[in-house]
């Protein structure tokens, strides 16, 4: 079977890339400078992480709340019930209910972005881990997206708040921004994700935590990320860190 060839414009793209390391001031700029498309493109940074998978102790999951969002509404779903419902509908939560909620999802529902739950309700969403799990919106204590506090986590949900899991090969990938962001706001946004995936670190890991950050959009081309300069500057997020020195490994 014959490979097809690239086309013009995502070659003029990988062209605009040099073969080497940037720091992520460079790496945002240069990002929108090989945005090629007529669509907003996601910007994502993707971790490859010293870590084992297979085993538990070794997973890297957690959240962090983006100084400057996604550059999207999320339609936040609360799966609540008593008192719980008006203090989410005061919140701003796009839809909120109980079992009822619950019955709609299980029967096809998917018009929503992120999905809260109040402790009570666990067990009958416990009913939508087959629909939800695949596509990552599954409450879970661990995230946050579980909670009594449903107030709190609506309003860091609306203002940005991601989830970030290593995957089967040792990868994190995880959005940023849009292409039509500011470089600065990319930047920021990248800062605080890589300061969250540092304090993910699993105990049980060995050796160097972070291999590899790459930058990229959608239709873009990867941009290798300067370790030694993200160690620096995550430091000042991740103060008082044991054992922070020598997470990245350096080439």
């Not at 995880?174 to 304090?199: R, T």
Request: charge should be positive; charged fraction near 25%; hydrophobic fraction near 40%.
């Amino acid at each position: 079977m014959a490979i097809k060839k690239a086309g013009k414009h995502v070659e003029n793209a990988r062209k605009k890339v040099e073969a080497r390391p940037y720091k992520l001031s460079e790496a945002t700029e240069l990002i929108k400078k090989t945005h090629h498309t007529k669509f907003n493109e996601t910007v994502e940074l993707a971790f490859n992480l010293g870590v084992d998978p297979k085993h538990s102790d070794q997973v890297v999951r957690g959240t962090v709340v983006l100084p400057h969002g996604l550059g999207k509404a999320v339609r936040v779903l609360v799966l609540a019930g008593g008192d719980k419902v008006r203090e989410a509908q005061e919140a701003g939560a796009d839809f909120v209910g109980g079992d009822e909620m619950v019955q709609k999802i299980v029967e096809g529902w998917t018009d929503y972005d992120a999905v809260i739950a109040t402790p009570d309700m666990m067990k009958s969403a416990g009913r939508l881990g087959k629909v939800l799990g695949p596509r990552g919106l599954m409450p879970n204590p661990k995230t946050g997206t579980v909670t009594a506090d449903v107030a709190k986590a609506i309003r860091e949900t609306k203002a940005g708040k991601v989830e970030f899991r290593v995957d089967k090969a040792g990868i994190v990938h995880c959005p940023i921004g849009k292409i039509q962001f500011d470089a600065a706001k990319l930047a920021e946004n990248a800062h605080a994700l890589i300061g969250a995936v540092l304090k993910a670190k699993p105990a049980a890991a060995k050796g160097k935590y972070v291999k590899k950050i790459t930058l990229t959009s959608t239709m873009g081309p990867g941009i290798s990320i300067d370790l030694s300069e993200a160690e620096v500057l995550c430091s000042r997020r991740v103060s008082g860190m044991p054992g922070f020195q020598g997470l990245f490994y350096n080439p």
